[in-house]
Nanobody, 115 residues
Framework: QVRLVESGGGLVQAGGSLRLSCAAS????????MGWYRQGPGKQRELVAT???????NYADSVKGRFTISRDNAWNTVYLQMNSLKPEDTAVYYC?????????WGQGTQVTVSS
């Protein structure tokens, strides 16, 4: 059973930084894609960033240059370093795992950016 647990959310001033962590278990080592998605108030869930088993990263245009996704070598923790945060980054952030099958999701962690 895949389990994803996010942590690191909180309240931060605009221009500040946060680092989110996703502790993963039950994933297949060296296979699949990990990612971060977010859902802001009154908005649909959207892609933020992904990282493949080979280390290839992709970012939404809205966060490119500000956010960085990374993972540890054991593939059991994925991070999202968020810099230069803006109020529009306020959302619940969800960790995601996919390996050519169903999507698995964490419970989410709240990020609130004040102006």
């Amino acid at each position: 059973q895949v389990r994803l647990v996010e942590s690191g959310g909180g309240l931060v001033q605009a221009g500040g930084s946060l680092r989110l962590s996703c502790a993963a278990s039950g994933t297949i080592f060296g296979s699949g894609t990990m990612g971060w998605y977010r859902q802001g108030p009154g908005k649909q869930r959207e892609l933020v960033a992904t990282i493949s088993s080979g280390g290839t990263t992709n970012y939404a245009d809205s966060v490119k240059g500000r956010f960085t996704i990374s993972r540890d070598n054991a593939w059991n923790t994925v991070y999202l370093q968020m810099n230069s945060l803006k109020p529009e980054d306020t959302a619940v952030y969800y960790c995601n795992y996919n390996n050519f099958g169903p999507n698995y999701w964490g419970q989410g962690t709240q990020v609130t950016v004040s102006s």
